[in-house]
């Protein structure tokens, strides 16, 4: 199995921590007017907005974390790892399109959906059929994964266009899954990987020990004609 370099690793857990610390400071930066709860990530970063500079660069910086973490995972089919890339270019196209002080956006709404459903997609994508592939990469649990996250963006969308509905909390929840789930795969690939290097670390040792035990009988069956021939002679 391929191995997943630990440059990996820390983009993808580095990912999470820079999507909620980032919205958490625009927000605080946004002052007491904004309302996590019903109103999007979006309106932080539109223009004019207080915490537009902390967001812009924390969407360049998790986009460009996700096109680390798919170009480290290796044991990942191809089209999984193009699919995570392009959302990772995807999420810098959120922040270099933000969204007027008034109204909505076309291209951020069309790049904005694009991200979602690569980020949704690329799961089942990377899955692989074999049967001693680490877990995160099975294909039963990928294609769970993107189903519940293809839910989540239903969900999104029913409380965006809803009267004062939840969109900040469906929102939240969406991309904090989306953003936290290569890590998740990840952390499995090492895992595997680890134990892989355990087993043949373990059958190393008996061949070692099979190998001494053949010049051990070797040794004795000598020993044996040694003493025949003594009481021989």
Known sequence: MRFVPWWAVLSSACAPFLLVGGWSI????????YDPVTETISVMAADGA????????????LGTCHLVTAWGLRP?????????????VAVIGMGLSPV?????????????????????LWPVLASDRDGAAPWGLRLALSLAVCLLMGAGAA????????????????????????TAWPF??????????????????????????????GTGE?????????????DRS
Do not use: K, N
């Open 100 to 120: 007027p002080e008034s109204g909505g956006s076309e291209v951020h709404g069309w790049v904005a959906a694009v991200g979602f459903a690569l980020m949704a």
């Open 50 to 61: 207080s915490g537009r500079w902390v967001l812009t660069g924390v969407l360049f910086v």
């Open 26 to 33: 625009a927000a605080q930066l946004h002052g007491p007017g």
């Open 155 to 178: 969900w999104f969308l029913i409380e965006l266009h809803r009267q004062g509905g939840a969109a900040g909390v469906a929102e939240r929840v969406l991309t904090t899954a989306q």
């Open 218 to 230: 070797l040794g004795e069956t000598g020993e044996m004609d040694d003493t025949y021939r003594t």
């Open 76 to 88: 990942a089919a191809l089209a999984g790892r193009a699919a995570l890339a392009c959302g990772g």
């Open 184 to 213: 998740v795969v990840v952390a499995s690939c090492r895992g595997r990987a680890a134990l892989r290097r355990d087993e043949m670390g373990e059958m190393g040792e008996m061949d070692e020990l099979d190998e001494m035990g």
